[in-house]
Structures are given as C-alpha cells and as structure tokens.
C-alpha cells in the first residue's frame, strides 16, 4: 500500500507561480513512475506531467515550459513547480504513484489540492 498526501495549492493570480507537493509513504520501495493529474471545473481528469523512477519527465502540452515535475527520493516527496499561471489552470491537482505488486502496477491516487488562478 502506498499513500499519497498532497499540499501547496491555493490561490494566486495570473502570472503567479505556486509549487505542490506529494508525500508518499507506505511501501515506497515498490514504487515507479509518479505523477500529477488535474481536474478543472466541469472537466475530466487530465494529465500534467510524469516523473519515471529514473527522473525522465513528460509533461502535457498546456504546461510544457511553465511546469517543472521533480522528484526528491530522500524524503519521498514529488513536486511540482508552476510558473506563469493563468485561470485554466485552476483546477485540483492529485499526485498519482505507480507502485509494482505481485508483478502488476497499482496506481495510488492522492485526495487532491486546489488551486485557483485568479486573473
């Protein structure tokens, strides 16, 4: 089991910058490739970017240049540093962890932390 405890939303204004943390805790050692998701109002969940075990990154489009996922294995902890935010940025951002068991992947998901863009 792993779990996952976000932080670091709230609100700021356009062209502000915020960083979300994730602590994950459990069987840390099981696992792989993090990520964070968002869900803005009246929309699906959606990916922002990932971080494999091996600190390769993907980010989606909408952030790419403005969002910085890494990852800090001493405390395990993952974060994501925004940049330059606007309004279709808000939304609740949830860490999600990909942890092997028994040889298949389990995804755990964080609660969830808000964070509004204002303009």
């Known amino acids: 089991q792993v779990q996952l405890v976000e932080s670091g939303g709230g609100s700021v204004q356009a062209g502000g910058s915020l960083r979300l943390s994730c602590v994950a805790s459990?069987?840390?050692?099981?696992?792989?490739?993090m990520g964070w998701y968002r869900q803005g109002p009246g929309k699906q969940r959606q990916v922002v970017a990932t971080?494999?075990?091996?600190?390769?990154?993907n980010y989606a489009t909408a952030v790419q240049g403005r969002f910085t996922i890494f990852r800090d294995n001493a405390v395990n902890t993952v974060y994501l540093q925004m940049r330059n935010l606007t309004p279709e940025d808000t939304a609740v951002y949830y860490c999600?962890?990909?942890?092997?068991?028994?040889?298949?992947?389990?995804?755990?998901w964080g609660k969830g932390t808000l964070l509004t863009v204002s303009s």
């Open positions: 999600n962890a990909g942890a092997s068991s028994g040889g298949a992947t389990v995804t755990y």
């Open positions: 459990g069987s840390i050692s099981s696992i792989g490739t």
């Open positions: 971080i494999t075990a091996s600190d390769w990154t």
